[in-house]
C-alpha cells in the first residue's frame, strides 16, 4: 500500500508559476514510477508529465513541454511538479499517481497503468 498526499495548490495569475508535491508513504517509494495528472471541469482526466522511478527517464505532455518539469526525491519519498509560464488552460485538479515499475527508466501515460492515487489538489490560473 502507498498512500499519496498533494499540496502546493492555489491560484495564480498567467505567467507564474507553482511548485506541486507529492508526499508518498511507505518505505518502497524508490519501486514506483510516478506521474501528474490534471482533470478539468467538464473533461476527462489527462496525462501531465511523468518520471520513472530512477527519475532517469521523464515524459510530458506536448501541452506542458518547456514550461513544466518534474524531479523526485526518493530519500525524501518525494515527487515535484515545477510549472512555469502558467496558462488559463491549465486550470485543473492536479493528481499524483503511483505505479510499482520493474523497469528502472520507464514512464507510464496512461492513467489505468497506475496503482495508487492521490486525493488531488486544486491549481486556478487567473488571466
Known amino acids: 500500500q502507498l498512500q499519496l498526499v498533494e499540496s502546493g495548490g492555489g491560484m495564480v495569475q498567467a505567467g507564474g508559476s507553482l511548485r506541486l508535491s507529492c508526499a508518498a508513504s511507505?518505505?518502497?517509494?524508490?519501486?514506483?514510477?510516478m506521474g501528474w495528472f490534471r482533470q478539468a471541469p467538464g473533461k476527462e482526466r489527462e496525462f501531465v508529465i511523468g518520471?520513472?522511478?530512477?527519475?532517469?527517464?521523464?515524459d510530458y505532455a506536448d501541452s506542458v513541454k518547456g514550461r513544466f518539469t518534474i524531479s523526485r526525491d526518493n530519500a525524501k519519498n518525494t515527487v515535484y511538479l515545477q510549472m512555469n509560464s502558467l496558462k488559463p488552460e491549465d486550470t485543473a485538479v492536479y493528481f499524483c499517481?503511483?505505479?510499482?515499475?520493474?523497469?528502472?527508466?520507464?514512464?507510464?501515460?496512461?492513467?489505468?497503468?497506475?496503482?495508487?492515487w492521490g486525493q488531488g489538489t486544486q491549481v486556478t490560473v487567473s488571466s
Open positions: 499517481a503511483a505505479k510499482t515499475s520493474v523497469f528502472a527508466d520507464g514512464v507510464n501515460t496512461k492513467g489505468y497503468e497506475y496503482d495508487y
Open positions: 518520471i520513472s522511478r530512477t527519475g532517469g527517464s521523464t
Open positions: 511507505g518505505r518502497t517509494f524508490r519501486f514506483y514510477a
